[in-house]
């Protein structure tokens, strides 16, 4: 049974006086549901979970008044066996986008505060059913992704005491020892080709089977295609699919991964997909890399609009993209030319993601100059350059550090070990970039 860091933030929640309901957004497929279940089995003597997708009669539930005695004699009535006790019962919402009613009940929830109301949902940030948005001031909000290279670590019996003894050499900036560095480097590669899709790794963890994880991500693949054909308005199903099965195209098989919408069609333009992206974004299908004009904080004021580089919410998804070969020239380290380097920007990106940070890119044609990555971090600009090797020039990195004033250091990921330089590059294994 894989951790999951989510459980820990769900206790943070139990424990929060005056508690709001809780919205746990995130892709489909993310463990989101699984996870409540279990919080709710260790925590609360029982508990109602009511699927609006699974039994769509229970959205009747909600057609008279919104008022919590009511529904809980209505759902007293629904689950005769349940007692539903404050304090004692968690009532879990699931897929609670197919029910508006069920969205405008959480305010009367938090108001009336007698019960733990957790809801849940793979495509909330779409809202196709209604047009108002949940409401403001009387939830909390828990975003999951798929397992980031910690929670991989867990599932393959590295214990939180090992993977912080690894961390302290990010921390102290030394190298880690050859044997340490190289087995983590071995684990590192099967979570690229395993991606952190439970399921997935579930399977990679009882089997280590990567044909039988190669199915799962096809089938995964095929029910976010299934998604965007069932969810999105008829004229952006076929444009919204083209554009997300571009992306491996945009990111594997070229050297420039700005996305550029001539990898979807021949002649295609920003004008007619642009609001497909869009559509993809607020589905939790891709999150996004944005241009900037400066290296200066904050980079938000500094984007430019339509350039952009687009990546998959997790790398099962990217890599069930491409032919089974892919896992395996991962996992052997032989991987080559724009494939390797796009992985491993892929990579990287995923986990800056998955640890909350918003991602942006430079690149200036005039000059020569491109930063993979921009993140912000206490109000500063942090640059970030990944090398498919372990001596490639940084010289975009080195120049920034030099002459912008704010920026004292950044950082180089490579297929290699921890070093610093005198211009403040500070160098990193890749693996590395699951603890910034």
């Not at 190669?214 to 693949?221: A, E, G, P, T």
């Amino acid at each position: 049974m894989l951790r999951r860091k989510a459980s820990e933030q769900l206790q943070n929640w139990i424990r929060t006086k005056n508690r709001k309901c809780l919205v746990v957004q995130g892709a489909r497929q993310t463990g989101k549901t699984f996870t409540i279940k279990r919080f709710a089995e260790e925590n609360y003597n029982e508990y109602i979970e009511i699927n609006f997708k699974m039994t769509p009669s229970a959205i009747e539930l909600f057609s008279g008044d919104l008022n919590v005695d009511g529904m809980i004699m209505a759902l007293r009535f629904r689950f005769p066996e349940k007692k539903i006790i404050p304090g004692e019962t968690l009532i879990f919402f699931d897929e609670i986008q197919e029910c508006p009613e069920a969205v405008t009940s959480l305010k009367f929830w938090a108001d009336d505060n007698r019960y733990d109301v957790i809801a849940s949902g793979s495509l909330l940030g779409i809202d196709y059913k209604r047009s108002s948005s949940y409401p403001v001031g009387y939830i909390d909000y828990l975003k999951m992704h798929g397992l980031d290279f910690e929670e991989f670590l867990w599932g393959q019996g590295i214990s939180a005491d090992m993977i912080d003894s690894v961390r302290e050499y990010l921390s102290r900036k030394k190298p880690v020892p050859d044997a340490i560095h190289n087995r983590i480097m071995g684990y590192y590669r099967q979570y690229i080709a395993t991606g952190g899709m439970p399921e997935a790794v579930q399977e990679y963890v009882d089997s280590k089977d990567f044909r039988e994880v190669d199915r799962i991500q096809r089938n995964l693949l095929q029910g976010y295609q299934y998604d965007i054909a069932h969810y999105a308005t008829a004229e952006e199903k076929v444009k919204a699919e083209k554009c997300y099965l571009s992306l491996s195209k945009q990111l594997l098989d070229k050297e420039n991964h700005k996305f550029q919408y001539k990898e979807i069609e021949h002649g295609a333009r920003a004008q007619k997909y642009y609001s497909s992206i869009e559509w993809l974004l607020r589905a939790d299908i891709i999150h996004l890399s944005r241009a900037v004009s400066d290296i200066k904080y904050d980079l938000d004021d500094y984007a430019k609009n339509g350039l952009f580089r687009a990546y998959t919410t997790d790398l099962s998804l990217l890599v069930a993209m491409k032919d089974f070969s892919l896992k395996q020239h991962i996992v052997e380290n032989t991987l080559s030319g724009n494939t390797k380097g796009g992985i491993y920007e892929c990579a990287i990106a995923d986990a800056l993601y998955k640890n909350g940070f918003s991602l942006y890119y430079y690149k200036n044609d005039t000059t020569k100059k491109e930063l993979d990555f921009l993140i912000q971090k206490d109000g500063y600009v942090i640059p970030i350059e990944v090398k498919s090797g372990n001596n490639k020039a940084t010289t975009s990195l080195a120049g920034v550090i030099k002459n912008e004033q704010e920026i004292s250091y950044g950082y180089k990921f490579i297929d290699g070990n921890t070093g610093v330089s005198e211009d403040g590059i500070i160098t990193l294994p890749l693996y590395m970039s699951a603890f910034i």
